[in-house]
């Protein structure tokens, strides 16, 4: 078990996850108004909890309720240790992607008991409780619930990516009912026809069904879908407004409850601006519908929230990127007409996770930047922001893995790693996020939905682009970020290594690549390994069976690196659907099998898992026996199976549809 400072990071592993515990660095020295806002944002991001796993299939939380009642009976009537721990993994796996798809590959994964033990717990159920899920007779019922978990074909991918199919009819989010693509497509854009300069993300907060060849969106407001779990959420944002920080905070918390009422997306659009212009309070927060990964066409959001509260040392330093954003779009290696002539409104800062709701648990991101509407970006700015306590958690359980020696060239490389490999990474995180997705302009009449299903991917690539090509510049020791352009050096070789072979750890044997971050980073790689090879830019080594990858021109890579951003950034500023296409299909879905077969037998030697998601501390206030909250305490020793339990039990606030 990791430790540091007497805090254990490690939890639990299972399947291919590994669950660490982050810590609310500082958390006891806040003020006690600064603890009440925290806990109130904090059961804010709790309390959509539902929203997600029903966004993500529209059985989930039918599944979840049969499987949480199968375990408490199982648990004390099953004797086979073996088979309880069985229903254990399968229930962690679906608690952990909020469903029964997997969170990055988005396959349906199948439980490793049988379709017999399945029948046999059911059968265990009381007929009551059977009876508040479904009319079925309990045979029927038993027969659509094993079908759900057991057999893989149906509803088999959750966001279908595939070319030259219907990707909405192949997709079983729950997202659309009825439609199909080209319907779907039609619709929105009859609605895009009448916007003006300031387009409101038409779909984002919305189900889209036909009823009686009647096509119309189900608004997520309250009296609308997602009202239990919604009104929940407004109840604690009201509570969290009686301390809120300064009258902008207010305001903040005031949009976003008025378009969570009405389901307005120009309120959405107001609150993402106030929530921009919000730069004093210490306390931050997101919640509402916003990330649009989980729908193959780019325009549903997904539920999610993080609390946090900032990092003023770390900040400082991050600062100095954001300071010096118009530099960084002026050096830029892209086309001048695709560059923003006045970049303003962006921010950095970072932030130490408090609480993490809906789509950024308990897999969460290690950056953000916010808001996703590209009018209010070029208009407003944005506001980026690094987790400093996730990303320590993150580092603290790498050291120890092995990984880095297996995949790394020599020792050298692997020194240079453990004594730059922190920095590196955070420092291209603050370059993606501030301004990498805040750089770049778009043509006139060209819009983020122009590039459909390669969209979210050809954004991670021009972020991520973006990192990269400046990671490498001497203005990064002139503004004290680094020391040298050693640890420039460590994030090239290790984006190469990361992006060519070790996240092949995550794809199952046979599979392409459907992420989209997946995707962004083999695109970059193999494409400027492919240009690079008359020069021997980056080597394809082998050495006792095993393959490496080695840069050897650092300066190369990093023209390579701004000839792809150039053309990404044309790509997206100029909505080049078909350039987008060939370049994702051609670079980041194919997956190299003999490479990938290698990669995999030696990760499994490692005994690691691929995908790593986080516990949240435990907020409890303390109250002085009349009903006044007198302090908030942290605590960081609740299991996995304990959360996840407590969260049903909890945060149910959406029922199950029947069967």
């Known amino acids: ?37 925290l806990y109130y944002l904090s059961e804010a991001a709790l309390a959509g909890r539902d929203i997600l ?25 099953e004797d086979d240790k073996d088979l309880l721990l069985k ?329 240079k790693y453990k004594k730059h490999g922190a920095l590196a990474d955070n420092l291209h995180t603050h370059l993606h996020e501030c301004v990498g997705h805040g750089s770049g302009s778009m043509l006139p009449g060209v819009k983020m939905e122009d590039l459909k299903a390669y969209g979210s991917v050809i954004e991670e690539t021009r972020a991520d682009l973006f990192g990269l090509y400046f990671m490498a510049d001497e203005k990064m020791v002139e503004l004290g970020l680094i020391p040298s352009l050693e640890v420039a050096e460590v994030q090239y070789s290790s984006y190469i290594r990361n992006g060519l072979m070790v996240q092949l750890a995550r794809i199952k044997k046979g599979d392409n690549i459907e992420q989209a971050h997946m995707r962004n980073r083999q695109l970059i790689c193999k494409w400027v390994y492919e240009k690079g090879q008359e020069k021997h830019v980056i080597e394809q080594r082998e050495r006792d069976g095993k393959t490496y990858f080695v840069v050897t021109d650092q300066a190369q890579l990093r023209e390579l690196f701004g000839a792809l951003l150039k053309e990404v950034q044309r790509i997206k500023s100029e909505g080049d659907y078909l350039a987008a296409q060939k370049l994702v299909e051609t670079y980041g879905v194919e997956v190299d099998r003999p490479l990938h077969d290698e990669v995999l037998e030696r990760y499994s030697k490692l005994g690691l898992a691929p995908y790593t998601g986080f516990v949240n501390p435990v907020l409890a206030p303390v109250s002085d026996g009349e009903g006044n909250i007198v302090d908030v305490t942290a605590s960081y020793s609740e299991s996995f199976t304990d959360q996840m339990l407590r969260y049903s039990r909890d945060y149910h606030h959406l029922e199950a549809q029947r069967v």
């Open 87 to 415: 229903l254990e993994t399968y229930m962690k796996r679906v608690w952990f992607s909020s469903g029964i798809h997997h969170h990055y590959s988005t396959d349906k994964f199948i439980p490793e008991f049988s379709e017999t033990d399945l029948r046999k717990w059911l059968m265990w159920l009381d007929e009551e409780v059977v009876r508040k899920w479904s009319s079925l007779p309990t045979g029927e019922f038993i027969d659509f619930i094993v079908s759900e978990i057991m057999d893989a074909s149906v509803n088999a991918k959750r966001v279908c990516q595939a070319v030259d199919v219907d990707l909405v009819a192949a997709s079983a989010n729950n997202f659309y009912e009825g439609v199909t693509q080209d319907e779907a497509e039609s619709f929105y854009n009859a609605k895009k026809e009448q916007d003006g300069d300031e387009p409101v993300s038409h779909g984002l907060n919305t189900r889209l069904v036909k009823e009686n060849d009647v096509i119309s969106e189900q608004t997520y407001k309250v009296d609308g879908k997602y009202h239990g779990a919604i009104k929940r959420i407004i109840y604690w944002l009201d509570k969290s407004r009686e301390v809120a920080e300064t009258d902008q905070q207010k305001l903040v918390i005031d949009l976003l409850i008025n378009h969570y009422t009405t389901g307005d997306l120009k309120k959405f659009d107001e609150y993402s601006i106030a929530w921009l212009k919000e730069q004093e309070a210490m306390v931050d927060f997101i919640n509402g519908f916003i990330e649009v990964y989980g729908d193959p066409l780019g325009m549903k959001g997904t539920w999610e929230s993080l609390v946090n509260v900032l990092d003023k040392q770390e900040t400082i330093k991050a600062r100095l990127v954001s300071e010096n954003a118009q530099w960084f779009e002026d050096h830029s290696p892209v086309a001048e007409n695709h560059k923003k002539k006045k970049v303003q409104g962006v921010t950095m800062k970072v932030i130490n996770a408090v609480m993490l709701g809906g789509d950024c648990y308990p897999a969460t991101p290690i950056g953000i930047n916010l808001p996703n509407a590209d009018w209010i970006r070029e208009k407003h700015g944005s506001k980026s922001v690094t987790l400093n306590n996730i990303t320590e958690s993150h580092h603290l359980a790498s050291l120890k893995t092995g990984l880095i020696e297996e995949f790394a060239w020599d020792e050298a490389e692997v020194a």
């Open 53 to 77: 796993f029903d966004q993500n299939y529209k059985h989930n939380l039918l599944i979840r309720d049969v499987l949480e009642a199968i375990y408490s009976l199982v648990s004390t009537r």
């Open 1 to 37: 078990m990791i430790q540091e400072n007497n805090f254990d990071v490690f939890v639990e592993q299972f399947a291919d996850i590994r669950i660490l515990r982050y810590k609310i660095n500082g958390f006891d020295q806040l003020s006690l108004e600064r603890k009440k806002l």
